[in-house]
């Protein structure tokens, strides 16, 4: 089981709940699958992507349950990120974080399992 993370605007949230699938933010979108961080990813990926912006959430999620269709591949400095390729059905987050900004502008994550 490994813990993969998903940084996004309440209101994406919102939307995919109602939908009760996830298909991915505009970044997912324009890059052709759904970005994901871990634990000790994330931060950095809240620093460098979502700075300045509010009202975010981090969606917590478990690999085993996303299926074949997350990849590890390489990006930011070589670390591999988790990348699904596909969409994910709501009822699969573990756990819905909040993302305030933290003092610096960076939104903070706290400390996620």
Known sequence: ?????????????????????FEGSAVDLADGYIHFSTAAQAQETARRHFAG????????LDTDDLGPGVKWEPSRGGDLFAHLYGSFETARVLAVHEAPLGDDGTPALGDLP
């Open 1 to 21: 089981m490994t813990r993969i993370y998903k940084i996004l605007r309440r209101e994406e949230w919102d939307r995919a709940r109602a939908l009760g699938r």
């Open 53 to 60: 912006q509010d009202d975010l959430v981090v969606l917590e």
